[in-house]
């Protein structure tokens, strides 16, 4: 039974990877339509609830009259059999079974999946984001919006729909109930219900506007908190644990304070809503007495009335809880969609077809680039790459051999001008395409919190298991791989390397990320400063092993050690994000005044600082 109700919604189905809609309401449809039936369900039992949990207290005021009227009440039972058997039916047998359904329509059919649904298609969309999408933002805030829009906004349907039904149901079955008993009854009902949407529309859009900045200082404070641990070594090394202390409680003094405002503003609107609930109470009970002792109504109505104020009571405070969750979810839901419904900066076009490298050509024709600004950094960029051709980018830092890369790499899209490789330019095919023939080896070098051997298996996902520890070999890996060992006991290449790779040396790093290139072989090669994490013995081993990978491949090497690039084909020298100079090693150090002759001259040990 829990099966069924649990397969209703698939959570991973397939939907098309598009923006989310940037106004609230279209983005809570654009979720909500893929999975109508379920809420249509949810209103349908709902309804049907709501009315048997109303029928009760007419029983209720039926067995009174029946009672008081009886002559007989050794043939109560008797007399009134049928009827006390419908009542019992409905009281044990329908009203559980109707709440049941909801519950398994609630709790297994959408709680769960329509979550998950939610945080899935969120998160395959922002996988997709521009590189500069992350760099602009905290991890863990983006994280905490994919992680807390998917609740948010299920549970705001969810109590939207119940409350709905039962204010709804409960509403008009009391006007109805108290008009067939006497119409005066129901004044007191519509004074109330005047006063109480009075209520609401005052403090609820001050609710929302509370929820929103709420959400805001929370996304906020996780943001920091979660930097804070993922610089771990950076406070410890530089022994900010304290500033950092600081830099939290900011946030957290933030949160609270926003906190006490939304909290002031419930409070106030609890209060209101108890004052007028205790004024219906007694009101409706006051008016159903007198009209009794005016012989206008039975006792029976007495009980009804009395039975279904006091329960309306309860409800209007459910309702106001229901109210303030809802619109504290909405706040969360629209401080999300301020990252979850961006547009991607960097997309394939509609028709992108799949790169093909064959023999590796690299050319930039007038690209100019600017990170957005008004004025390119980059402008009139010319330069082509022969097949096989192993070139070296050198200049002070800042000169823009980063940007060089990572616009062959399509991290951000061109301001004008194109790259091609292979004559097809490299906006006209997938980014996937692109990349899958392209191997970089930084020197910050970051691997994911997964087992040594998924790390490298993630250079080429269908490659074998030799195929893997073979690379590990040629990347002089192997042998501390298989010294490893994890907090859960999991060894070698098994053994998870922690977040970024910080359980391991930045040399093992540096090696396993190698032996990741290594594995996916691709025709053009990106090496900044490869080696430069390794001891030199290390480094010496490994060197033969890159130039062995070089072989038959196009190769940019970044080297802030003029040495290490030295034997380069061609040199292109950088300096304010455009080329100044280029040629062999021996032609450049010989052209007097010249910036890398320069660069060469001041090097101690070959040695430039980095980008």
Known sequence: MFSWFESRIRPFR???????????????????????PAFAAIMAVGLVASIVELSLFAYLGQLVDLARESESPERFFEQHGEMLLWMLTVAVLIRPIAFAVHIMIVNQTVNANFTNLIRWQNHRYLLRQSLSFFQNDFAGRVANRVMQTGPSLRQT????????????????????LFSEADIRLIIPLLIWLALYSLCLAYFVPRLKDRSADMSEARSMLMGRVVDSYTN????????????EDQYARDAIQEHTDIFYRMLRTSSLC??????????????????????????TISLGAIALATGLVIRIDGLAGWIMFVLTNMFENIGTVQEGMETLSRPITVRDQENASQLAVTDGEIRYENVAFGYGRDTPLMTEMNLTIRPGEKIGLVGPSGAGKSTLVNLLLRFHDLDSGRILIDGTDISQVTQDSLRLHIGLVTQDTSLLHRSVYENILYGRKEATRQEVLAAARQAHAHDFIGELEDYKGRKGYEAQVGERGVKLSGGQRQRIAIA????????????????????????????????????????????HRLSTIAAMDRLIVMDRAQIVEEGSHDELVKK??????????RQSGGFLLAD
């Not at 939907?15 to 109508?36: E, G, R, S």
């Open 14 to 36: 397939a939907a098309p990877i598009i923006q989310p809609p940037t106004d609230w309401l279209k983005f809570y449809w654009f979720f909500i339509q893929q999975v109508w």
């Open 157 to 176: 349907m969810v109590q939207l729909v119940d409350g709905l039904w039962f204010v709804a149901v409960y509403t008009a079955g009391a006007v109805i």
């Open 232 to 243: 771990i070594m950076t406070v410890k090394l530089f022994a900010h644990t304290k500033s």
């Open 270 to 295: 609890e209060t209101c809503v108890t004052i007028l609930s205790g004024l219906l109470i007694c009101s409706t009970c006051g008016l159903a007495l007198w009209l009794w002792s005016q012989g």
């Open 516 to 559: 990741r290139v290594l594995l996916k072989n691709p025709p053009i090669l990106i090496l900044d400063e490869a080696t430069s994490a390794l001891d030199s013995e290390v480094e010496a081993a490994i060197q033969e092993q890159l130039y062995n990978l070089m072989q038959n491949k196009t190769v940019i090497a970044i080297a």
């Open 592 to 601: 007097q005044g010249g910036l890398y002759a320069k660069l060469w001259a």
